[in-house]
């Protein structure tokens, strides 16, 4: 299982940016996939998680309405938008790939992280 995300950098307050994740060695379209993010000093949470069907999403509060996960199965990419991005969402945002098909599942394998920064 390889996990490739980028997209990640600096932006103003307000601004907006989008996360994607390449997927590789396993069959993308049959698990689900998440977003967690780490920020210094705390500890990892879950963002976003998208099953293999579209309408099976979930968010974690503080992102709910801002941020959208999507998934291209055949571009083995999972994506993150986030808008009105606010200081706190600064972060290390990992790509997880699902144990099985829906977003309850546990996340087993990790990408290497790109860093999201938000400040003025």
């Known amino acids: 299982v390889q996990l490739v995300e980028s997209g990640g950098g600096l932006v103003q307050p307000g601004g907006s940016l989008r996360l994607s994740c390449t997927a590789s060695?396993?069959?993308?379209?049959?698990?689900?996939m998440s977003w967690y993010r780490q920020a210094p000093g705390k500890e990892r949470e879950l963002v976003a998680a998208?099953?293999?069907?579209?309408?099976?999403?979930k968010y974690a509060d503080s992102v709910k309405g801002r941020f959208t996960t999507s998934r291209d199965n055949a571009k083995n990419t999972v994506y993150l938008q986030m808008n009105s991005l606010k200081p706190e969402d600064t972060a290390v945002y990992y790509c997880?790939?699902?144990?099985?098909?829906?977003?309850?599942?546990?996340?087993?394998?990790w990408g290497q992280g790109t860093q999201v920064t938000v400040s003025s």
């Open positions: 998208i099953g293999i069907v579209a309408w099976n999403k």
């Open positions: 060695g396993f069959t993308f379209s049959g698990y689900a």
């Open positions: 997880a790939k699902g144990s099985s098909a829906s977003t309850s599942s546990t996340f087993d394998s």
